[in-house]
C-alpha cells in the first residue's frame, strides 16, 4: 500500500478533524499531494492540493480557511485539518499523489491513490 488515509469518523457539524495520510513512496518529496473526496451520488472533487514545490490550492470553502492542508516530507505525511464540519462535508476523502510539480483538481491526473477513510457529520 503507497498511501493510507485514516483519521476519518463520525462528527457533530461545527467539530474537527484531521485526516493523515502516510505515504511509502520513493522520492516522496518530489510528488504533488492532494485530498479528494466523494459523497454518495456524486463525483469526486478536489479537496485541496499541495504541490513538492509548496503551493497549495483549497478548493472547498477556500475563503473561509475551514480546510487546511499541510506535509512532513521527512515522515512522508500529508494532512488535512478540517474545522467548522458542515453536514455536507460527508463523504468519503481520498489521499492521493502525482509524481510532477503542480496541482490539478482532475482526479485522473493523480496515480497513486489511497483507500479512503469515511468522514460522516451529523446535523
Known amino acids: 500500500v503507497q498511501l493510507q488515509a485514516s483519521g476519518g469518523g463520525l462528527m457533530q457539524a461545527g467539530g474537527s478533524l484531521r485526516l493523515s495520510c502516510a505515504a511509502s513512496l520513493h522520492f516522496y518529496g518530489r510528488y504533488t499531494m492532494a485530498w479528494f473526496r466523494q459523497a454518495p451520488g456524486k463525483e469526486r472533487e478536489p479537496v485541496a492540493v499541495k504541490s513538492w514545490r509548496g503551493p497549495t490550492t483549497v478548493y472547498v470553502d477556500s475563503e473561509k480557511g475551514r480546510f487546511t492542508i499541510s506535509r512532513d516530507n521527512s515522515r512522508k505525511m500529508f494532512y488535512l485539518q478540517m474545522n467548522n464540519l458542515k453536514s455536507e462535508d460527508t463523504a468519503v476523502y481520498y489521499c492521493?499523489?502525482?509524481?510532477?510539480?503542480?496541482?490539478?483538481?482532475?482526479?485522473?491526473?493523480?496515480?497513486?491513490w489511497g483507500q479512503g477513510t469515511q468522514v460522516t457529520v451529523s446535523s
Open positions: 492521493a499523489a502525482r509524481y510532477a510539480d503542480g496541482g490539478s483538481r482532475d482526479y485522473r491526473d493523480y496515480t497513486v
